[in-house]
Nanobody
Framework: QVQLEESGGGLVQPGGSLRLSCAASGNYFRIGVMRWYRQAPGKERELVASITDGGLATVGDSVKGRFTISRDTARDIIYLQMDTLKPEDTAVYYC??????????????WGQGTQVTVSS
């Protein structure tokens, strides 16, 4: 079993920055891919960024150039550095992880989410 705990959300003005963290804990052998998703009111959950246990990172088109995902593989923590935030970035941000190097084979886990609100 894997528990994911997010932190770092809050209220920020447009153009500001926030850094989210997600730490994995529990009884597991290895964490594979870790991702950030977000869900705004009335919208579907959207993949924001993804990073493998080997450090291969990708970000979605809507946040490219503004958000950066990174990972402390030794401690199974991922970060989402969010810069130049816009009101449309307002959403609940969820951490996701798979407990296998093969994302199609392992069990999937979700954090409880952290609210990010971008408003003046």
């Amino acid at each position: 079993q894997v528990q994911l705990e997010e932190s770092g959300g809050g209220l920020v003005q447009p153009g500001g920055s926030l850094r989210l963290s997600c730490a994995a804990s529990g009884n597991y052998f290895r964490i594979g891919v870790m991702r950030w998703y977000r869900q705004a009111p009335g919208k579907e959950r959207e993949l924001v960024a993804s990073i493998t246990d080997g450090g291969l990172a990708t970000v979605g088109d809507s946040v490219k150039g503004r958000f950066t995902i990174s990972r402390d593989t030794a401690r199974d923590i991922i970060y989402l550095q969010m810069d130049t935030l816009k009101p449309e970035d307002t959403a609940v941000y969820y951490c996701f992880a798979v407990d296998s190097p093969d994302p199609d084979r392992g069990d999937q886990y979700w954090g409880q989410g952290t609210q990010v609100t971008v408003s003046s």
